[in-house]
């Protein structure tokens, strides 16, 4: 294997993410030459409607993977909190990167802004319906709004529509260096992340032992089995990646901690709890704690969603 293509989408992020991985590859294997290949998904070409209204599952990947089959591409890097609960056959994920910081991020009008400081009816956007139901829950005064865009996108939003701030995920701004602009983190405990949030998944082909020998190199085993809990949480819900479920793992030593939610739009339902045991059991950890919600009228709180969706 002398020449390595990566797909990745054009953002400005999303090319970082994919530099990062073709940089850390050269280091392990200095012999191989390696280029991107960049690919619109329809998630890029749709920019003017709320990601819940776009409809369907892998907005942000189904081109990719379709060049993956093609061979076009030899492997893919995503973003993981965009990447659905199933992959299609002969695809897998073969890395897990070690997981940036997998809080959500304020970024408001001025630098000491705080979402609790904020006066009743300030108008605060995010792409997210997951972000939308914790602040409705949490800061029931303040009003949101959908924005869609890369990261520069949004946050030149909050002077062109007279935000107060948006909401975004700390991972993306830490990448692009725009740490700086962070006004608040948001806790894990009350905003939880989205499934796989701050983790970048390496897809390739099944059958292509060769790349996912190289790109084995990379793999995290605390990512990855976090991510398996997320994952094993998320395809129970047979949820897509645009609606308000949230889990986050943590490890220590053999032990891993799952907290995960399902909540209504308006955040005044919301069902979550708590889980823990060996890390070997990851993904069916994931499973038992999503039954545990479902078994309390999760299944109930998700129709709801995808009929005002």
């Not at 790349?211 to 819900?237: C, H, M, Q, W, Y």
């Amino acid at each position: 294997m002398n020449e390595i293509i990566i797909g990745t989408r054009g953002s400005k992020l999303a090319l970082w993410q994919a530099n990062w991985v073709k940089d850390r590859i050269t280091e392990n294997f200095p012999e191989v030459t390696i280029s991107l290949k960049i690919i619109k998904t329809t998630g890029d070409k749709i920019l003017d409607v709320p990601l819940a209204k776009v409809g369907g599952k892998g907005l942000f990947v189904k081109e990719i993977e379709e060049a993956l089959f093609r061979e076009e591409i030899d492997l893919a890097v995503h973003s993981m909190k965009d990447v659905p609960s199933e992959l299609p056959d002969g695809l897998i994920l073969s890395a897990y990167t070690a997981r940036e910081d997998p809080r959500d991020a304020f970024v408001g009008k001025t630098a000491d802004l705080k979402l609790e400081d904020l006066p009743a009816g300030s108008v605060v956007g995010t792409s997210s319906l997951r972000r939308q139901a914790h602040l409705t829950r949490y800061y029931p005064h303040l009003k949101t709004v959908s924005i869609r865009g890369n990261l520069d996108t949004r946050i030149r939003k909050i002077e062109e529509q007279g935000l107060a701030g948006v909401l975004l995920a700390a991972a993306g701004l830490k990448r692009m260096a725009l740490g700086r602009r962070i006004s608040q983190f948001l806790h894990v405990d009350q905003f939880i992340p989205a499934v796989g949030q701050g983790v970048l998944g390496i897809e390739t082909r099944e059958n292509d032992p060769d790349i996912r020998g190289i790109v084995s190199s990379l793999n995290n085993s605390d990512a990855r089995d976090a991510v398996l809990a997320e994952r094993g949480f998320l395809k129970t819900l047979e949820g897509g990646c645009q609606v308000p479920i949230a889990a986050h793992a943590t490890l220590e030593g053999a032990r891993l901690f799952l907290h995960g939610m399902v909540a209504s739009l308006d955040g005044k339902q919301v069902i979550e709890d708590t889980i823990t045991g060996e890390r070997k059991n990851a993904a069916e950890l994931g499973h038992t704690l999503a039954e545990t919600l479902l078994s309390r009228g999760a299944g109930e709180i998700l129709k709801e969603v995808y009929s005002q969706a």
